[in-house]
């Protein structure tokens, strides 16, 4: 069925703040953060094919379309935009993209050729041979051995239920508990901003009732079944699907949206946390 245009001005007030990325004002984003969107044009709404713009950083770096898989990778919490092939089970990268974008150093060293990453080495091919930069190495393989944790994510974090790779070199320094300790502290410190502040937006009062809904909600975050390499993820929030502690810095991020495309508010982020945030449970819990 053709999907019907429906951007009306109300809209936008609710992409504001499903999106807060939007405001003038909004600081740059951060690692690993993004935004995606709706990005049509008129013929676009009209013949049905929408596309939803992905942006990293406010660097916009490509569309996507619902029903089309795009394989997603992240290396110590930075998105490489890389053609990554699934083939049994298997996630392949160029080896470019190895020694480009993800940090490898490729180096000569006795009678072969080695990928090195911090103090880790790996050979990749014998000193005679001629090496192609376009092979395909497996990454998981690849990186495990270099010291890295690597996770696949079916769906979740991503937008529009796609999967992701996640590998991390990074040290972890927060124990899952104490991970979950701060996550709930800083999640009651915007609860308290917000009822300090006694207002969400323009006239929308903070009610009491949606206050004991967040508490509670709060109280029952829990560790996700899911696994993501760099990351706790924690599950319990009814409107913030996901929150996102990374192990080596402890910084806090949420995702929103839920994959949800094919309308004119469509928006899918990660966003960071600020401690004392007021506004962090306006999108969901109230708008």
Request: charged share 25%; proline share 5%; hydrophobic share 35%.
């Amino acid at each position: 069925m053709k999907k019907k245009r429906c951007f009306v001005a109300s809209l936008a007030c609710i992409m504001l703040w499903q999106t807060p990325v939007f405001g003038a004002e909004q600081e740059e984003m951060t690692p690993p953060e993004y935004r995606c969107t709706i990005n049509n044009t008129d013929e676009d709404y009209e013949s049905g094919d929408w596309k939803y713009g992905f942006t990293v950083e406010e660097e916009p770096l490509f569309d996507l379309k619902e029903g089309e898989k795009h394989v997603f990778l992240l290396c110590d919490g930075k998105y490489v935009d890389a053609p990554v092939l699934i083939a049994k089970d298997t996630a392949y990268v160029p080896l470019w993209v190895l020694i480009n974008d993800m940090g490898f150093e490729l180096r000569e060293e006795g009678n072969g050729l080695l990928l090195v990453r911090g103090n880790q080495k790996l050979t990749v091919s014998s000193k005679d041979s001629t090496l192609d930069t376009s092979k395909m190495l497996p990454l998981r393989d690849v990186s495990e051995a270099l010291g890295a944790e690597v996770t696949y994510m079916r769906k979740g974090v991503m937008p529009l239920e796609n999967p992701l790779i996640s590998v991390d070199f990074r040290e972890t320094v927060l124990t899952e508990e104490e991970a979950l300790e701060k996550a709930k502290n800083i999640l009651i410190s915007c609860l308290k901003a917000q009822e300090e502040q006694g207002y969400i937006h323009v006239d929308t009062p903070v009610n009491p009732e949606i206050t004991r809904k967040i508490a509670a909600d709060i109280d029952s975050l829990h560790l996700s079944e899911e696994v993501m390499a760099g990351y706790y993820l924690f599950e319990g929030m009814e409107y913030l699907p996901y929150i996102l502690v990374e192990k080596s810095t402890g910084e806090m991020y949420w995702k929103s949206g839920f994959g949800d495309a094919g309308h004119g508010s469509y928006a899918e982020g990660i966003w960071k946390i600020q401690e004392g945030d007021p506004e962090l449970f306006g999108s969901g819990y109230y708008f």
